[in-house]
């Protein structure tokens, strides 16, 4: 039994120290873009995390956030940043805890601009932070942690709602609090990516659109504002138009209602 305890603790102890320095051992040389830290992971052949010498540039990881980031209420991280994609937010080492550290009590949203592994332990000292909202109709693959009350709920596009199967808002899943955005900006061209989803929030019922993203862009055409409908009639008024009231079922479960906006496209002059 002694000999047990003994290999028991000799085996958390190599778990302990693999945490420790086995995560790549690398020298984290931390870099700032707008509102955000970062730093560039390194791979090896086997897909493990290694110090820049031994592996190759794979991707971005964010860390936390500027000392402009810090006093901002909405935070965008984008798909790119040196031109490498974004694929991590925070990291959860075991028994270490998480690295990475959002400090901010002014934060209430943060919008990610592609799928992403989202470790919520890293908004732990962002005590006023209400949703995250990512331009992906993935929801099953996000690691999510809930502890230190960072269990917060995260929108995703409506690609997989069914309309007439399906009256709520949510993704059913009793592991995760995955919900679908209900304001959707459409890229209304053909051949683009994520779907025709230019981008995405989530806005409560009756109320304005508070957050408006930047133009899209689109070679050889200007874009001229977002509209109600894919024929851009009645533009969008961010001042005065309103998100539909709130409904509810039978049950008294709230009804999921979509506002689609879409952008309005004009050929530039040859």
Known sequence: MKIIKKL????????????????????????????????????????????????????????G???????????????????????????????LGWKGNWVNEKLVKVFCLSYMNIDTGSFKNAPNIKKIIVLSSEKNQFKYQSFWGSNLPVYITSKEYDNNHNNTSYVYDENLLIYYANVSFMWNCDDVENDGYYWIDDCDYGEKIEYIPENPERNGYMFDGWYKEPECINRWD?????????????DEEEIYQETKLYAKWIAKEL
């Open 65 to 95: 956030l500027s000392e402009e980031g810090q006093q901002k209420e909405v935070i965008v991280v984008p798909k790119m940043i040196d031109g490498y994609e974004v694929k991590e937010i925070g990291k959860n080492v075991p028994f």
């Open 8 to 63: 028991f603790t000799l085996f958390l102890l190599i778990i302990f120290v693999i945490s420790l320095f086995g995560c790549g051992c690398k020298k984290i040389e931390r870099k700032v873009y707008g509102d955000l830290v970062y730093d560039v992971v390194y791979l090896n052949d086997e897909g493990h995390e290694v110090i820049a010498a031994k592996g190759k540039p794979s991707f971005v990881r964010i860390y």
């Open 238 to 250: 961010f001042d005065a138009d309103t998100l539909p009231k709130v409904k509810y079922n039978d």
